[in-house]
């Protein structure tokens, strides 16, 4: 199996557990977005061409169980996916601390992008309120819950290169 596929089906069990799951674990009334931690850790350490393509199909679904207007993640999180990329090309540390900056200043932008799409189709929405009480919060929460996540899918990617290896599948160096 092909790491996109791979990816895709982490981001499809991810779109899931937002679904399903993530309700039930709000931290102060916030609901991190995790599809979002999972594609800037998908960006930083994989720089797969067709990665920009599943972050618009991610946010497509998003879009589709979240507020009904089709495109708005869709576009954010392709234009999130393509920036990451970039950036990770000019520089990548591998630190906490980078991790945490990067994610909470990546957060920011695809939340202002949304925000952005979404102020253009509905002008009575107020940007700076929601930027403040809305955006930067849940950016601070992705921020200090991306070591975790990253942690978790690293693991994850390691246990199905492993295994694969273990069955054969993969010939020794």
């Known amino acids: 199996m092909r790491p996109i596929f791979f990816q895709s089906l982490i981001l499809i069990f991810v779109i899931q557990f937002q679904m399903l799951m993530a309700p039930y674990f709000q931290v102060l009334e916030l609901k991190p977005n995790w599809v979002v931690l999972v594609l800037i850790h998908f960006s930083l350490k994989s720089g797969l061409r067709q990665l920009p393509v599943l972050g618009m199909l991610s946010g497509l679904c998003f879009d589709a169980i979240s507020h009904g207007m089709t495109g708005v993640y869709g576009i954010s999180f392709m234009l999130m996916v393509l920036y990451v990329q970039w950036l990770s090309t000019w520089f990548y540390s591998n630190s906490i601390l980078f991790t945490m900056l990067a994610v909470f200043i990546i957060s920011m932008v695809e939340g202002s992008t949304g925000l952005t799409l979404i102020k253009l ?9 929601s930027l403040f009480h809305k955006i930067l919060p849940v950016s601070l929460l992705h921020a200090l819950a991306a070591p975790w996540v990253f942690q978790v899918v690293t693991q994850l990617e390691q246990m199905f290169l492993r295994s694969r290896h273990d069955n054969g599948h993969i010939s020794p160096p």
């Open 121 to 129: 189709l509905e002008p009575e929405i107020s940007w700076n309120w």
